[in-house]
Every structure is written in C-alpha cells, then in structure tokens.
C-alpha cells in the first residue's frame, strides 16, 4: 500500500546534491495571508556543510513578488526523482530579486519525504461509494472575523495525492485560484481528512452542476499536514486497488 517514506540523512543529502548539481526543477509551496501560492523554480546551490540551498524561482504574475515568503517563513519544496516524488520543507533565511525571478535561501532540510507517483494518478472511488466533500473559501487572518464562511457540498468523482475532483450543484461565487479548505470522511466511522486546496478548474456539466479540480497544497511543510498526505496516500491505494479487483473480475466473467 502507498505510504510516504522518510529517507536516511545520507540519501537526503545524495539526492538533494545530485538535484542541486543537475539544476532540477521544482514547486515552491507557501501559506500567504492571501493564501497558498505555488511557485515553479529550480536548485541553484547549496550543501549540508553550509546548511543552506539557493533556490531560484520565476515570477509571472504582476506584484507576484509582494506574496513571496519572508525571512523565517516556512516553505515546502517538491520535485520528481523517477517514479517518486520527493518533499521537503525548510525555512527561508533570505530573499533576493532577479529580472523575472526571486533568489531565495533555505535551511538545508532536516528530512526528506518520498511517495510513489503511483499515489498521483487519479482514482475513482469503488462503485457504490458515495463520498460527501464539505468546502470553504479561506480568508486572510485580518479577515477571519468577517461573517461566516460558506460551507458548500459536494461529492466526490476522483482523487489522488495531488488533488481531487468533486461535482457540487451549485458553482456560484466559487473563485479560480483562491484557497479552500475541504473535509471528508473516507468512510463511515473514520475520522475526516482536512486539506488545503487551490481551485484550478471548474466545468460545467448539466443541470446546472459543475465539476471542480482541486490541487492540494501544503501537505509537505508540517509533521501533521504529511500525516494527512500519509493517510491520503493510503486512500488513493484502496481505491486503485479495489477498481483493480473489479476490473479483474469483468474480465474473468
């Protein structure tokens, strides 16, 4: 079954030099107060004598550079070694600007996350699974005593570790590009999974409902939040594996 693996402090270190050496590309994750951004950039330099890594990142958006982490924020990192992803966080000890691009230097990472990519491929749930999701638009912190939030429902279509697609009745006021929070319950009796999403897509379909793709964010940079990612990864197992079990079956009838 899928489940995330903490690598030795010396295969850490391999990997992230060998990325370094290579200039791998990589996604920067980082909790704004206007939310979540994802940012793609590459290793520059860096090894664990120094206990720092430099990493260049490119801005595309207008005033992008207003949202990048501070010195002594938290970011999480993640990049693809053949068939595995890797996940690391670290904290940022200083930001530079380029034409185009911001510098940012990290701690050296005290650990290294692995996962399957198999874990990333999007799996529906069994047949018959009925699996209800509860979503909610995050607000910054100067506004998290502004009204209540409004809590939509949906049901889910498909996930995988990286993010999820549910169909919900009414798609109204839901905002492209901004954070959600999303709950649900894999099944009956177990306690819910918590994540944090950015809204990617939304699709109409018919009688006014609309599907939405969700791409989760964050679940590298806490010890809880890649918990949850364990327990998500094991989700998305059991539900390859039980399409995996019927498929086997139809062919056998």
């Not at 996962?115 to 749930?125: I, N």
């Amino acid at each position: 079954m899928s489940t995330t693996k903490l690598v030795t402090a010396e295969q850490q270190d391999q990997v992230l030099l060998d990325s370094i050496q290579q200039q791998r590309q990589l996604v920067v994750t980082y909790n704004s107060d206007a939310g979540w951004r994802t940012f793609k950039g590459c290793f520059v330099m860096g090894s664990p004598s120094s206990g720092e890594m430099v990493l260049r990142l490119g801005l595309t958006e207008p005033n992008v550079s207003t949202l990048l982490p501070g010195e002594g924020e938290t970011v999480g990192g993640a990049f693809r070694l053949g068939h595995k992803k890797c996940m690391f966080r670290c904290q940022v000890r200083s930001l530079g600007q380029q034409a185009g691009a911001a510098v940012l230097t990290v701690t050296w990472p005290d650990g290294l996350q692995q996962l399957q990519r198999r874990a990333y491929e999007r799996a529906e749930p069994p047949a018959g699974t009925i699996v209800a999701v509860r979503f909610w638009k995050e607000v910054a912190p100067s506004d998290a005593g502004i009204g209540a939030r409004d809590v939509r429902h949906g049901q889910l279509e498909n996930i995988s570790c990286g993010g999820m697609r549910i169909k919900v009745a009414d798609p109204h006021d839901v905002e492209l590009a901004a954070t959600y929070r999303c709950v649900f319950a894999p099944s009956q009796g177990k306690p819910s999974i918590v994540l944090d999403a950015i809204l990617r897509h939304r699709e109409a379909v018919d009688q006014g409902r609309a599907s939405l793709g969700f791409q989760f964010v964050g679940l590298e940079t806490t010890p809880e939040k890649v918990r949850t990612l364990d327990r998500l990864a094991k989700l998305v197992s059991h539900f390859q594996q039980a399409r995996s079990r019927k498929a086997r079956k139809h062919v056998r009838a």
